[in-house]
């Protein structure tokens, strides 16, 4: 496994990030002891970062995994909190579930622009007031937009920025893939530490994966990639790929197989609340009922969260 320095950070993390998303609630939604054996997988395997959100609800598996750990492992958490106390309780809620001192990374999820750091300022001072005091290591921002990435980068107070990269471009918002990667660019000569997200595309470039990965491992400002895993296949796989080595044929064909889409049942009654929540404007209502639009899923999974009638799922 090979590793980077995350900025000025001085934090030293494993180029393949384990994205906690998928083991949880919004998709796989693997019980706590069999979601928690796939990140110790990983983890024995050489990775030591792992990547969360207070949304994802998979801080007990992480606290499972990480028990008994000799190793030092970096996590990541975001939170949607815009106030400072919101975002009080979200950091004191990630240490306490994850049964630690500290957490190494804590973001704001999902900012759009310079316009929505600034709504966010308050959870920013009470982020800095926490880093001081030892209770974070590290702050900034996750996003799938070009113009917060920029605004980001302008900002003195983050250290770390987390945006949405693959080669396809699928669920960058306001701006292209190249577009993309040159913010980035510029964010890593202003010192920000970056690691990317979606480098499939959320799973839809899976029949292009050499590629696919490739492409974001080629990006020598990212330190690291997060890739969603929810299986010991998945995680053969990628740890073989970021740490260079041939993928048994074997292997190969089993993680190929993987087809993620989003399911929407029968039973969906249209009351348009994951349309409201897809930032990606993936989901619409006809004839009284949610439809996707699979060329706009990123497929996260954040649509199930909010559906009263548990009737979204990715599978």
């Not at 998709?27 to 990983?42: H, M, N, Y």
């Not at 998979?58 to 996590?75: N, S």
Request: charged share 25%; net charge neutral.
């Amino acid at each position: 496994m090979q590793y980077r320095m995350l900025g000025k950070t001085g934090i030293k993390v494993s180029r393949l990030c384990f994205g906690a998303l998928t083991i949880g609630p919004l998709q796989a939604s693997l019980p706590v002891r069999r979601g928690a054996t796939v990140i110790r997988r990983a983890l024995e395997a050489g990775v030591n970062f792992i990547d969360t959100a207070e949304y994802y609800q998979t801080y007990p598996y992480i606290r499972e995994a990480i028990r008994g750990m000799e190793q030092e492992v970096v996590i990541t958490s975001k939170s949607y909190a815009y106030t400072r106390e919101g975002m009080r309780q979200s950091v004191e809620r990630a240490l306490q579930e994850l049964g630690r001192d500290y957490i190494d990374l804590f973001l704001l999820h999902e900012q759009e622009s310079a316009l929505t750091i600034r709504g966010h300022w308050e959870a920013v001072e009470y982020l800095v007031e926490a880093k001081k005091a030892g209770r974070v290591r590290a702050i900034g921002i996750s996003t799938h937009t070009v113009p917060a990435v920029r605004a980001a980068a302008l900002t003195p107070e983050f250290d770390v920025i987390h945006p949405l990269i693959n080669l396809a471009g699928v669920g960058i918002q306001d701006g292209t893939r190249d577009d993309m990667l040159d913010a980035i660019k510029e964010a890593a000569l202003l010192g920000k530490g970056l690691y990317g997200m979606k480098a499939l595309g959320g799973g839809h470039l899976i029949s292009t994966v050499d590629d696919a990965f490739n492409y974001v491992l080629g990006i020598d400002e990212l330190a690291a990639v997060a890739v969603g895993m929810q299986s010991d296949a998945e995680v053969d796989f990628n740890v073989a790929v970021f740490g260079g080595r041939p993928v048994p044929g074997r292997l190969r064909a089993a993680v190929g197989r993987i087809d993620r889409r989003l399911l929407i049942e029968e039973w969906c009654r249209g009351c348009g609340r994951c349309v409201e929540r897809c930032t990606a404007g993936a989901l619409i209502l006809r004839e009284n009922r949610a439809v996707v639009d699979v060329s706009r899923c990123r497929l996260c999974g954040y649509c199930a969260a909010v559906c009263p009638e548990f009737c979204i799922k990715v599978i």
